[in-house]
């Protein structure tokens, strides 16, 4: 049905897609990514499955983000259940430290027009972010420092902030153990010529 909690999410042939309709070697995308051939060839069998941080990599190499690998990652589903406990990402088993790694799992799984994902722990503040599409930042534990249009923001727990598309920004979790859901309209939705359209209406 559409639980999947018994299944766990296999993001290598969303990266290998991802990688041929940019008509990229494996070589080419080490050297982007600084990661091993023979490891993004793993990743692409799913025969490894990346950390946050090397998906990250990846994500930027091949010019998209980690949330648009791990959408396209499963197919679509009308209803979908992602169970709590199921970390994707990381790849980590329960019962480990909560702060043996940064953790980010997608809340939303296949090629659908929103998404969504939840980031856990301390996050890389020199990670500048630029989506095409807007997004939404809500902090559900914790509180984090997001500079945006040349000015920060201090968020806490309960706190959003909204960001247009195109809008550069940096985030970075203030205090430990933080947990942040990023909602956004996903990339391949035109939702920026949509809104341009609708103003001349």
Known sequence: MGDHK??????GAAVRRRRRSL????????????????????IENDRARPSTSSLEKVADALRTTAVELLAA????????VVRAEVVEVAGQLRGQA???EPRSRSLVRGHHQMHASEFTGDHDAGREFQYR???????AD????????????RLGRGDTLYLTGGVRH???ATVADTRVV?????EHIEAVRDRDRGRKR
């Open 6 to 11: 018994e299944q766990p999410l296999r993001v």
């Open 98 to 100: 909560p702060d043996a």
């Open 133 to 139: 599409n807007d997004q939404l930042m809500y902090v």
């Open 23 to 42: 008509e990229l070697t494996l070589a080419v995308v080490a050297e982007r990514s600084g990661l091993s051939v023979p490891f993004l060839s793993q």
């Open 142 to 153: 914790g509180a984090v420092e997001i500079e945006a249009e040349g000015r920060a923001y």
């Open 73 to 80: 990652a499963d197919p679509a589903c009308s209803v979908d």
């Open 182 to 186: 990023v909602v956004a309209v996903a």
């Open 170 to 172: 940096r985030w970075r």
